[in-house]
């Protein structure tokens, strides 16, 4: 199954990612390796994360205080947030 992202998403992925190369570029490494096996995982098993009302899901990362904020569809995959835990709740609700 494809997985698409918002622009909006990409963005919050590379603010989350810039922060984190600040504090140590090994922290930010190790962030993507996550981001990017959560993303597996999302690809494999769609509907195992919690649901966000009828159409969104949440996948919350391990290490790092964010979710992967997705709608799946029969086709695709479709990233609407990577949301911090406790920054601007529901700020991404208007995305999808």
Known sequence: MKIRE??????????ALDHYAEINP????????????AQSMIRRFPHAWHPLGSKLRRYALHRYPYSIIYRASQSEILIVAYAHFRRQPGYWRQRS
């Open 6 to 15: 918002l622009a909006a998403a990409t963005r919050d992925l590379e603010e």
């Open 26 to 37: 090994d922290l930010a490494a190790a962030m993507l390796h996550e981001v990017r096996m």
